[in-house]
């Protein structure tokens, strides 16, 4: 092999290298989105409660949203003050087709417990008022319950989805959707859209 071609054959190979190198700083981040929810769960709850005077929070042990149709009333409510980027609605979607069981990864600074369901219809008697003095007894130190959704994100994980619903024996029902966005390296919540009943 002459010096030419060795020349030629060192060139070609070196911009095959940095083409692979351009290549490979532009893909999107290698995040799992499964992990990740509960970063932006963590970041979320502890925006809420960490601050009060909340001892225990209880969680539903299996994720859930608003039926679809309050759904799509909802997310086109959000949407009519907040745009929300449409592969990220695709994404909370697609994710909360089912209920999904949560982990007992957080971390967000409170105690919590993970319910079963069955066991909060169990302190539901047809008069709701003795259906709450049941779960005061059971659980005292908490303050009602709540859902989770599972959360959604956008193609680059730079912003979150995710739902919450609270219920209170002192309180109107709550709920709300809070679009996180990746700041720093952690999540804050940018927008909500709540509502209460």
């Given at each position: 092999?002459?010096?030419?071609?060795?020349?030629?054959?060192?060139?070609?190979?070196?911009?095959?290298?940095?083409a692979s190198?351009?290549?490979?700083?532009?893909?999107?981040?290698?995040?799992?989105?499964?992990?990740?929810?509960?970063?932006?769960?963590?970041?979320?709850?502890?925006?809420?409660?960490?601050?009060?005077?909340?001892?225990q929070v209880?969680?539903?042990?299996?994720?859930?949203?608003?039926?679809?149709?309050?759904?799509?009333?909802?997310?086109?409510?959000?949407?009519?003050?907040?745009?929300?980027?449409?592969?990220?609605?695709?994404?909370?979607?697609?994710?909360?087709?089912?209920?999904?069981?949560l982990e007992?990864?957080?971390?967000?600074?409170?105690?919590?417990?993970?319910?079963?369901?069955?066991?909060?219809?169990?302190?539901?008697?047809?008069?709701?008022?003795?259906?709450?003095?049941?779960?005061?007894?059971?659980?005292?130190?908490?303050?009602?319950?709540?859902?989770?959704?599972?959360?959604?994100?956008?193609?680059?994980?730079?912003?979150?989805?995710?739902?919450?619903?609270?219920?209170?024996?002192?309180?109107?029902?709550?709920?709300?959707?809070?679009?996180?966005?990746?700041?720093?390296?952690?999540?804050?919540?940018?927008?909500?859209?709540?509502?209460?009943?």
């Open positions: 092999m002459n010096v030419t071609t060795r020349f030629i054959l060192i060139l070609t190979i070196g911009a095959c290298m940095c190198c351009q290549q490979n700083s532009t893909a999107l981040p290698q995040i799992d989105p499964d992990i990740e929810e509960y970063v932006v769960y963590n970041a979320l709850l502890e925006s809420k409660f960490a601050s009060g005077n909340i001892s209880l969680f539903i042990d299996h994720t859930r949203v608003n039926n679809q149709a309050l759904l799509e009333q909802d997310l086109a409510s959000f949407q009519s003050h907040t745009p929300l980027d449409g592969e990220l609605i695709n994404s909370f979607k697609e994710r909360n087709q089912q209920p999904y069981p007992p990864s957080l971390d967000f600074g409170v105690e919590y417990k993970l319910l079963a369901q069955e066991k909060v219809d169990e302190l539901r008697p047809l008069d709701e008022a003795s259906g709450w003095k049941l779960f005061n007894e059971k659980y005292p130190n908490a303050v009602g319950f709540i859902y989770l959704s599972r959360v959604g994100f956008n193609a680059d994980f730079s912003q979150a989805l995710v739902y919450i619903e609270h219920y209170r024996y002192d309180q109107p029902l709550q709920g709300g959707y809070y679009l996180m966005v990746k700041q720093d390296g952690g999540w804050v919540v940018e927008n909500s859209y709540e509502w209460m009943t």
